[in-house]
Nanobody
Framework: QVPLVESGGGLVQAGGSLRLSCAAADRAFSRYAMGWFRQAPGKEREFVAGISRTGGTTYYADSVKGRFTMSRDNAENAVFLQMNTLKPEDTAVYYC?????????????????WGQGTQVTVSS
């Protein structure tokens, strides 16, 4: 098990910014590719962003490209999601996920470990 704990969610007006954090309690954190997913009410959980083990490669869903930036700090065992120019359609529970491999998956089923999620609400 790799405990993952998200934080940083909240209520923000459209056009605003939030920074999500995900802390991992695992000394081998640098062995994991990491991802952020989100799930809105009544919808499937969808890929938002992913990052390689070293942080050198990132992937983004088309819906967030240019607005969201994912990063990681292996010394702190943490990943981050900087979300700018937020829109009401970004409202969802955001989940951090991890898998011990080099390739960065974009499918939910390819991740092994999940956090409990943090709510992001964007008002119009």
């Amino acid at each position: 098990q790799v405990p993952l704990v998200e934080s940083g969610g909240g209520l923000v007006q459209a056009g605003g910014s939030l920074r999500l954090s995900c802390a991992a309690a695992d000394r081998a954190f640098s062995r994991y590719a990491m991802g952020w997913f989100r799930q809105a009410p009544g919808k499937e959980r969808e890929f938002v962003a992913g990052i390689s083990r070293t942080g050198g490669t990132t992937y983004y869903a088309d819906s967030v490209k240019g607005r969201f930036t994912m990063s990681r700090d292996n010394a702190e065992n943490a990943v981050f999601l900087q979300m700018n120019t937020l829109k009401p359609e970004d409202t969802a529970v955001y989940y951090c996920a991890a898998v011990e491999q080099g390739r960065v998956p974009t499918r939910r089923q390819d991740y092994t470990y999940w956090g409990q999620g943090t709510q992001v609400t964007v008002s119009s």
